[in-house]
């Protein structure tokens, strides 16, 4: 099993630019998560999906987009970048009930110019 | 609105030493509790979960206990090692789907 895996590693854009990150996972998962990392703020919710077709805002979902439309995969959508979003983006997932970890991807560092 | 927070935000002890970490929250109806560690530009590696129901759990040197009653739950690791060196993060699951994060106490284990 790859477990979850990220596409792209690094990424710069300018101002205004969009992007799609790719998430996916080979574990038959049902939820999947994205979380934003920065410096002395821990990891934040962005947006997060409890099965294919779903999806449901966390914590900080301005700016973003995401989309759910097979169960292994789970899309991040920046529409119009700003420099707010630059940051170190990661993926996670877990099956359904309260025994099971959540199982983390490698991240997407993203930098806004 | 549930907290997490992580005190101290650094650690830095002699190899061998046993040590406790601390994570505290605000809101006592959790769902879970999951430690994580995470090396510098990497991505996390779960550690330990404990249900909402569990008093602790363990694996290898690792031992994790979680008190609801006073929002708290500590890391506890044996005989440091340098190769510990590294972030250590708990993650409260608030409600059945959400997870928030503390902002983690960065380790290092002096040889």
């Known amino acids: 099993n790859a477990g979850v895996t990220q596409t792209p590693k690094f990424r710069v854009l300018k101002t205004g630019q969009s992007m799609t990150l790719l998430c996916a996972q080979d574990m038959n998962h049902e939820y999947m998560y994205w979380y934003r990392q920065d410096p002395g703020m821990g990891l934040r919710l962005i947006h997060y999906s409890v099965g294919e077709g779903t999806t449901a805002k966390g914590e900080v979902p301005d700016g973003y987009n995401v989309s759910r439309l097979k169960k292994q995969n789970f899309l991040l959508g920046l529409e119009s970048a700003a420099p707010s979003q630059t940051s170190v983006y990661f993926c996670?997932?877990?099956?359904?009930?309260?025994?099971?970890?959540?199982?983390f991807g490698p991240g997407t560092r993203l930098t806004v110019t | 609105k549930q907290e997490v927070t992580q005190i101290p935000a650094a650690l830095s002890v002699p190899e061998g030493e046993n040590l406790v970490l601390n994570c505290s929250f605000t809101d006592s109806a959790i769902y879970n509790l999951q430690w994580f560690r995470q090396d510098p530009g990497k991505g996390l590696t779960s550690l330990l979960l404990i249900q909402s129901s569990q008093r602790e759990q363990t694996s290898g040197r690792l031992n994790a206990s979680l008190d609801k009653s006073s929002g708290r739950s500590t890391l506890y690791i044996a005989a440091s090692q340098p190769g510990d060196s590294a972030t250590y993060l708990c993650?409260?699951?608030?409600?059945?789907?959400?997870?928030?994060f503390g902002t983690g106490t960065r380790l290092k284990v002096l040889a």
């Open positions: 996670a997932s877990r099956p359904t009930g309260k025994d099971y970890e959540q199982y």
């Open positions: 993650a409260v699951g608030s409600g059945t789907y959400k997870y928030i």
